[in-house]
């Protein structure tokens, strides 16, 4: 399927690499690569080895985390107030709280007037911030055990999942595994660029929308590197990652859309990273294949 040797396919031109791009890249085909890579994304993730050591690793990640929540209830409930304080009333409740509008904290406080309308009020809100702190301390739960499952993939699970997916695919191996301060630098600078997507939470609505499309891009991006360790070279890798941009964000949109299945989160961790294998891989069988020999 690739037989050209590293000392090949090192050499790509600026013309070449122009067509390579066009070739990957083409938004009528995204939808299709995606298609495939997450369909065997599905065949390889869920082999028993690999979906028990998914499983086995949301389990436990679920154990740890509901034992802290539970030691630091009292916290965790005081903490969820504020946040709810802010969610319901505003940022201005939080500085301003005796102020008027949507700084006035309607939501938590006892109302000191016996005025019918105003118990009325009270009535109503107080309902509403309990759910919004069951709401967001199920929701701080749920993000902290996909997150501890998301780390497990790429330190533990990363190599069998690829070891799984190249039984489909014959690669000439380059005998050079990436450096610990490599992979250390770009886990270090999608942090930095997810931390910074933050801000755009402050947008009401739609920044909601933009940090997820932004979070789902990252988790495919940050398992590139894993994804290639030992089958392509460094500029292999940047030619894929900027041709397969579209592609990896609808991969992520399409992962993220498995979570709403229940009970499927405990086996995303393999599916994710056999579906990024997939389409990485299929990228390098396309861009090899691309280019001419030297």
């Known amino acids: 399927m690739c037989r050209q040797s590293s000392r090949e396919l090192a050499v790509l031109t600026p013309a070449s ?12 085909s995204s939808v299709a690569e995606v298609g495939v890579s997450l369909a065997l994304g599905l065949r390889d993730g869920m082999r028993p080895r690999l979906a028990l050591m ?26 969820s107030d504020i946040a709810a304080k802010w969610a319901m009333n505003g940022l201005l409740s939080l500085v301003w709280p005796d102020g008027g509008g949507a700084g006035r904290d309607v939501a938590t ?15 109503i809100t107080m309902p509403m911030v309990n759910a919004v702190k069951v709401l967001l301390i199920t929701a701080s739960l749920v993000l902290l055990i996909m997150l501890s499952m998301r780390v497990y993939l790429e330190v533990f699970l990363m190599s069998r999942v ?18 610990v301060s490599l992979n250390a630098l770009s886990s270090l600078k999608m942090l930095i660029i997810l ?26 991006r940050s398992l590139v590197n894993d994804a290639l360790e030992d089958l392509a070279t460094v500029k ?39 579906s990024v294998c997939h389409l990485c891989m299929r ?12």
């Open 17 to 28: 690499r122009d067509a390579l791009l066009n070739a990957i890249h083409r938004p009528t």
């Open 195 to 220: 931390a910074g997507g933050l801000l755009l939470l402050v947008i009401p609505v739609l920044g909601g929308v933009l940090f997820s499309l932004l979070a789902s891009y990252l988790n495919v």
């Open 54 to 79: 998914s499983i086995m690793a949301g389990l436990v990640a679920f154990a740890v985390w509901l034992s802290v929540f539970i030691v630091w209830r009292s916290d965790l409930w005081t903490w």
């Open 162 to 179: 690829q070891e799984q997916c190249l039984k489909h695919y014959s690669f000439p191996s380059l005998g050079v595994k990436a450096s």
């Open 283 to 294: 990228a390098l069988v396309k861009m090899r294949s691309t280019v001419p020999n030297a």
């Open 236 to 274: 292999e890798r940047r030619t894929i990652v900027q041709a397969m941009r579209l592609p990896m964000l609808l991969l992520g949109i399409a992962v993220t859309g498995l979570l709403l299945i229940p009970l499927a989160g405990l086996f995303v961790p393999a599916i994710l990273g056999a």
């Open 109 to 123: 406080s006892v109302p000191t007037a016996v005025s019918v309308p105003e118990r009325a009020l009270h009535r």
